[in-house]
């Protein structure tokens, strides 16, 4: 089945600083989602962006899909913004999402 | 839109009993998702549906673990004689499914515990 690698793992950064998450892919998708797990483990839609770039206030992503990659952009983060980032791809042969092993995001005051 | 909806947001049992999870998608979805995940892991696919049919089925659902989707509506999950391994966040999802991939929406799941 398709491989997910997310990286950086972890991240620890100060408020009002910016960052990447990447997620590299292993095969052609038809979906692929940007999540943030809250501290009671729902999953918020951040994007769904199989191909090209769209943004969302301080968020933005972009997804590079001939080259099989994905970049989640944080401008000036918040406190707010901690917490688990998932990537989550769809082969296009099939529906069900595979998820990376996700971005544990630190933001300290 | 209310969102996709899941009973019970918690459920503490005893190895072996059956519990069964109910999941209520977004109203026009045609399909739905069950998923697992387990503490520092990202969730994993266990089945899904098209209206009433039940389309694809993960490795992961052993022959304990039964799921329904009678009248292309809700969905139910059940697991029979559970095991300490079967303790996680079990996730139901839904879409639109047109041509090609639609986006998922999650439910806030159900988390179990068996003791």
């Known amino acids: 089945g398709i491989q997910v690698e997310q990286s950086p793992p972890d991240l620890i950064l100060q408020e009002g600083a910016n960052s990447t998450l990447r997620c590299n892919f292993s095969d052609s998708v038809n979906n692929l989602q940007w999540f943030h797990q809250n501290p009671w483990g729902q999953l918020i839609n951040l994007f769904y962006i199989p191909s090209g770039t769209k943004q969302n206030g301080r968020l933005s992503a972009t997804t590079v899909a001939t080259e099989r990659y994905s970049l989640l952009y944080i401008s000036s983060s918040q406190t707010t913004d901690s917490g688990v980032y998932f990537c989550?791809?769809?082969?296009?042969?099939?529906?069900?999402?595979?998820f990376g092993e996700g971005t544990q995001l630190t933001v300290n005051p | 839109d209310t969102g996709v909806s899941q009973d019970p947001r918690h459920k503490i049992t005893k190895r072996g009993q059956n519990v069964t999870f109910r999941c209520d998608p977004i109203?026009?979805?045609?399909?739905l998702y069950w998923y697992r995940q387990t503490l520092g892991q990202g969730p994993e696919f266990l089945t899904y549906f098209q209206n009433e049919a039940q389309l694809e089925k993960s490795r992961l659902l052993s022959d304990r673990f039964s799921a329904e989707r009678p009248k292309g509506s809700f969905s139910t999950l059940e697991i029979q004689r559970t095991e300490q391994g079967d303790s996680a966040m079990y996730l139901c999802?839904?879409?639109?499914?047109?041509?090609?991939?639609?986006?998922?929406?999650f439910g806030p799941g159900t988390r179990l515990t068996v003791l």
């Open positions: 989550a791809v769809a082969e296009t042969s099939g529906s069900r999402l595979t």
């Open positions: 109203s026009e979805h045609n399909r």
């Open positions: 999802a839904s879409s639109l499914e047109l041509a090609g991939g639609g986006e998922q929406f």
